[in-house]
């Protein structure tokens, strides 16, 4: 009896004796409790959960490790994208922002999740979240993080200076972003996406928890909706919550002349 079997002579043991246990009186519940704890080792109360659990399908202990290391390795690399969207906030201001960061990515194509993994990464505590991203936030400082807003990009839109405006009809607008990080510039705070048209002074604001260009564009499609004329232009700074093909491609799309700003040299 001290000799140690193998997981798959346990697995068939527990199939054999499992309806046996179940249906047996207490006594021989006892008896037939003390035999298998004998033959396989297993702790007492483990032994009972395992025959109970052999009549509902459960998995084998070695079994459900290795699904849950996948699921861990999946959610992990989905924590990192949103992560790396969300400005690396830490795990308990990430926990707050899923909601929201997981449905605007996946409706822009920039996430695509199983839905086993989507609800691992919904119901993830920010302790968790720290957890797996702890490899990631400890390789920050030694790899090169390509961002939206590059020389590639920058080349794909005009650029507009003041003296460029010439009067133009109500619908070009100046965008930006108001941080409201009070003196700190540090960690995670709501912005405000603000749009002034240049011709009539007609401003629409509207507040955004996060800075990352798939949010930006969600903003300006509110602000379009509330604006009292069509928007025909836009012309924003160099920052890469607007400088990316994401915004460049909207654009395109909605037939928005889109520039960004530089101070005339005359």
Known sequence: MGRRISMATRRELT????????????????????????????????????????????????????????????????????????????????????????????????????????????????????????????????????????????????????ADWDAPPPGYVEGDLVAHCGTRAAGSFVHTLTLTDIATGWTECVPLVVRQAGLVIEGLEQLRAMMPFPLLGFDVDNGSEFLNELMISYCEQQGIKFTVASVSKE
Do not use: M
């Open 15 to 162: 199939r054999a004796i499992g309806d046996r246990y179940r249906n047996g009186s207490y006594s021989e519940k006892k008896v037939i409790l003390t035999e298998f704890v004998a033959v396989t080792g297993y702790h007492r109360k483990h032994a009972i959960r395992v025959l109970l659990g052999a009549e509902k399908g459960i998995e084998p202990a070695g079994r459900a490790r290795a699904i849950r290391r996948v699921y861990d390795e999946a959610v992990r690399q989905a924590l990192v994208i949103l992560w790396e969207a969300s400005d690396r906030v830490c795990g308990k201001r990430l926990k707050s922002l899923l909601p929201i960061l997981v449905e605007a990515l996946e409706r822009h194509g920039h996430l695509r999740l199983d839905s086993v993994v989507r609800a691992h990464v919904l119901k993830a505590s920010a302790a968790t979240i720290d957890r797996l991203l702890k490899p990631a936030r400890s390789g920050v400082g030694r790899r090169v993080v390509h961002r939206p807003g590059t020389a590639l990009v920058r080349r794909q839109v005009p650029v507009r200076t003041f």
